[in-house]
């Protein structure tokens, strides 16, 4: 699925990857490695917010602390919409993010063969389409001082954000681009603002800087209004992307309808030690909730990111990916991916096969 990164291209925390954890259950996808996977559920979000009041109790970070890696499902939805910012779901994401330190997020965006014609462009403008965004996380307008609401000079309401990254900030998500863009196709685009922003002019300047120790790598820079056209218009141009916080974001759900849906786009977040972050790039989709109808993959393809670059398990990730190409295979479709002449499913049932994929595996070997 994510065939041009290999496990180097993180770091990887083989030692802790095996310990012991509370356990709450087994996971097909382990078994046949003889790896017994030990979960522990935290509330993250809205239920932490219902439960305790806070988006993040402390509580959930520590235990996020605590254990080899973070498997995220999506935060948010209508019922906590209206809570000031600091008490938002989203908020405690964000705090997540920040508490681990996972200053790197990436984001595959690849066009599987089986869904070239699930995506609203043509195929020939998707088909081979492999890019990798880098986006920084835990810095830039998210997380800028000041912020906040005041009262202009007029006496009208105002709403303020600070976008600010330092050089170190910058330095470390580029060397995280260029080591990545070595393990893929050498080619690395730098997205920013540089023409109007003085952030995006200190950002053009230190990936500069950083990519002279990167002479194998073709380096350009493009504007973030320019890169989300050329998304659109020839994905093909791109290899790895290296972006900051806000544009990132952007351009990662723009260059997940290059794949057939948001819901195909897994993510990892990583820091130089520490447990990572595994999340889908889309969020808690309220609009069909309850339906039965989300897709799945995402979630399916981050544990899969989970497996390979959080806990040195690139068989288990195999496995899963194998998982899902196979159901893909025999025409499995959710409805945001499905095409004629494919048997549609719901969200479990996919799940059912899946694991019968798996299972079927199994019994082969
Ligand atoms: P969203 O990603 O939840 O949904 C955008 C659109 O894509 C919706 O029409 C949704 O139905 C569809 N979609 C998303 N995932 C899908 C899937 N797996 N299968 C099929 N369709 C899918 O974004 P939004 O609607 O802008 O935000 C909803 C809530 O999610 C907000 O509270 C937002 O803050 C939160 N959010 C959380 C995360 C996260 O937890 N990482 C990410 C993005 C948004
Ligand atoms: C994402 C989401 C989050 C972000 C929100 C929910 C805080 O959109 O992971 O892409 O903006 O980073
Ligand atoms: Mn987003």
Redesign the pocket.
């Known amino acids: 699925i994510i065939p041009s990164v290999t496990a180097a291209d993180l770091s990887p925390i083989p030692d802790r990857a095996l310990s012991a954890g509370l356990l709450v259950g087994k996971w097909p996808a382990g078994e046949r490695e003889g790896v017994t996977f030990e979960f522990t559920e935290a509330p993250i ?1 809205g239920a932490a917010i219902d439960a305790t009041g806070s988006p993040l109790p402390e509580e959930t970070l520590q235990i996020c602390r605590d254990s080899d890696a973070v498997l ?1 499902a ?4 209508y019922k906590w ?1 209206q809570l000031p910012p600091e008490q938002r ?2 908020r405690g ?1 964000l705090n997540l993010r920040a508490g681990l330190g996972t200053f790197a997020n990436l984001r595959p965006a690849v066009v599987l063969p089986h869904l070239a014609d699930a995506s609203t462009l043509k195929r020939e403008v998707v088909e081979g389409v492999d890019i990798m965004i880098v986006r920084e996380l835990v810095g830039g307008i998210y997380f800028g001082q000041p912020r906040g609401f005041t009262t202009n000079q007029e006496g009208e309401r105002v709403g303020f954000n600070t976008m600010i990254y330092s050089e170190p900030e910058v330095e470390r998500i580029a060397h995280v681009a260029f080591q990545l863009a070595q393990k893929r196709k050498g080619r690395l685009c730098s997205v920013e603002k540089s023409n109007v922003l003085e952030v995006s002019m200190l950002w053009k300047e230190v990936i500069t800087r950083v990519g002279e120790q990167y002479p194998d790598i073709e380096l350009s820079h493009m504007y973030v209004d320019n890169a989300a056209m050329q998304i659109i218009r020839n994905p093909k141009s791109f290899d790895t992307i290296v972006t900051g916080n806000i544009f990132g974001d952007i351009l990662s759900d723009a260059a997940s309808m290059l794949t057939g ?3 195909m786009l897994p993510s990892a977040s990583t820091s130089n030690d520490g447990p990572g972050i595994f ?10 909730a309850g339906q039965d ?4 993959l ?1 979630m399916v393809l981050s544990a899969a990111m989970m497996c390979r670059y959080g806990l040195s398990l690139p068989k288990v990730a195999e496995q899963l990916e194998r998982a899902v190409t196979a159901a893909l295979d025999a025409g499995y479709r ?1 409805g ?1 991916l499905h095409t004629p002449g494919m048997q549609k499913v719901g969200c479990s049932e996919m799940g059912d096969v899946l694991v019968d994929c798996m299972t079927r595996e199994f019994a082969s070997v």
């Open positions: 979000g995220l999506a935060i948010g939805g919409d779901p989203e994401l849906s948001l819901g999340e889908p790039v889309h969020g808690s989709a309220p609009d069909i109808i989300a897709n799945p995402a959710t945001d």
